[in-house]
């Protein structure tokens, strides 16, 4: 089927990139986007950089790269702001995080010292094992809404920004499921003015960005944006949400293997999780509370890929636990262990084993970019509230409500690749093929 595709506003002038949390995340993705400016590397693990699209038939072979074929904004007019409870600029937050190799960081040094975060919405009750001194202050949630609104305002201007997009890049927050407070706009704004404890500070961030006009995507498994209030404001302002929780090491395994598994009809006991990791992501997860959000997230996969209420032979009762394990010698390079037992033809069993020595901020960075210019992308062309088509890059991806997320990483892939044919009136691709067998 053909469309007739939608009218895009070109991308002109800069995008401001205001990145919540300045830790290994958003320091690995800012230095590797001003590293790729400099030509002094390539934008691995990047779809809109380097990945390319198939469009009309295969004999066609017209396969452009996805940045040529949609108009995305350019990597020279990104412009990076963020917010943070330490004050530390890229630059020290780069050494500290220690993702990056040194040298790489002191070539990048001036570009990465002009970034200096604005003051954090905080509060230490969702994130139990961090405190820092670079903390706004206000009466009620509602005024640090406001003052995070007149940051966006300041930013923009001051940077002579034509658009911008807000990225979560911070901290998991403790365990939080939707209350009435959550349920509409008015009952959320009266909780912002009353100091309401079920209000995190990432839902601040959330709710100051749409109010803003601003898109907003949850790197984080918080609630923040998933909630009623929130997504209804994003349909009303016009504004581009999705989330949530960014899909890098173990999960990417999981959404790779599960679908195989399920495409042979291949039965599955038992998948055993467990993670180490030393950064700032694993002390947070050492709390119990942020731990409980996290492992939400990732308990959620294989249920849904796997969907055992149709496959109850195959499916109907394995047994899957995930840890994380606090372990700072290893920093930001996590490793990732599975034990997967299976079983095939006449129920004998089997077993995969993975070992994914990774490197978690390494594969967000691009993630990160993607988002921003994707978010960019969707505004432009009128699209509003929950953008399922952005579920590849999360754990936990965001739908309309009633409706069960999609996560098998080659359906959300053809999902995103579908979407941006609609968009610019290109025949949207089913890999049916009868077509080339008819006589």
Known sequence: MVKSGVEI??????LGVLLVGLGAVSTTFVAGVEAVRKKKALPIG????????????????????????VPLAELDDLVFGAWDIFPDSAYEAALKAGVLEKNLVEELREHLESLKPMPAVF???????????????GKNKMELAEKLMEDIARFKSENNCNRLVMIWAASTESYLEPSEIHQSIESFEKGLHENDPRIAPS????????????????????LTVDIPALTYLAERNRVPICGKDFKTGQTLMKTIIAPGLKARMLGLEGWYSTNILGNRDGEVLDDPESFKTKEESKLSVLETILQPELYPELY??????????????????KEGWDNIDIFGWLGYKMQIKIDFLCRDSILAAPLVLDLALFLDLAQRAGMKGVQEWLSFYFKSPQTAPGLY????LFIQLKKLKNTLRYLRGEELITHLGLEYYDD
């Open 203 to 222: 839902m601040i961030y959330a709710y100051a960005a749409i109010k803003s006009g601003v898109p907003f995507a949850n790197g984080a498994p918080n």
């Open 316 to 333: 109907g009762n394995f047994y899957h636990v995930v840890r994380i394990n606090y372990y700072p010698p290893r920093g930001d390079n």
């Open 46 to 69: 990047s779809l809109t950089q380097m990945g390319t699209i198939r469009l009309g038939k295969r004999t066609e072979k017209r396969i452009p790269k996805i940045k040529d074929f």
């Open 123 to 137: 509060s230490q009750e969702y994130v139990k094992k961090l405190n820092g001194p670079h903390i706004k202050q």
């Open 9 to 14: 506003k070109a991308p002109e002038g800069k």
């Open 405 to 408: 997320p999609e996560h098998d």
